[in-house]
């Protein structure tokens, strides 16, 4: 079993960062894809960006790539997914994923409870 906890969300200009980070217990943390998505409301949870588990590969949605990194430490059991040049379009709940994952965007067995990003015009 693994828990995640994110943090960073919070409320931002056009055009300014955010970092969010995303906590894990358990010891298996380093063996696990992790991932980003979000949902805006009204709209289905869409995959944003995932790191494999030794963080030499990385995957982005088309709508982030260029803006945002998603990086990892796994000697913390963290995550963070730092997100530069934010729009409107941007705002969100944040969901942290972990998993043992075929495909980066899909497939993921364990969910944090999110963290709000709301970008302002």
């Known amino acids: 079993q693994v828990q995640l906890v994110e943090s960073g969300g919070g409320l931002v200009q056009d055009g300014g960062s955010l970092r969010l980070s995303c906590a894990a217990s358990?010891?298996?943390?380093?063996?696990?894809?992790m991932g980003w998505f979000r949902q805006a409301p009204g709209k289905e949870r869409e995959f944003v960006a995932a790191i494999s588990w030794g963080g030499a590969s990385t995957y982005y949605a088309d709508s982030v790539k260029g803006r945002f990194t998603i990086s990892r430490d796994n000697a913390k059991n963290t995550v963070y997914l730092q997100m530069n040049s934010l729009k409107p379009e941007d705002t969100a709940v944040y969901y942290c994923a972990a998993g043992a994952v075929a495909a980066p965007s899909t497939g993921y067995d364990f969910w944090g409870q999110g963290t709000q990003v709301t970008v302002s015009s």
């Open positions: 358990g010891r298996t943390f380093k063996s696990y894809v």
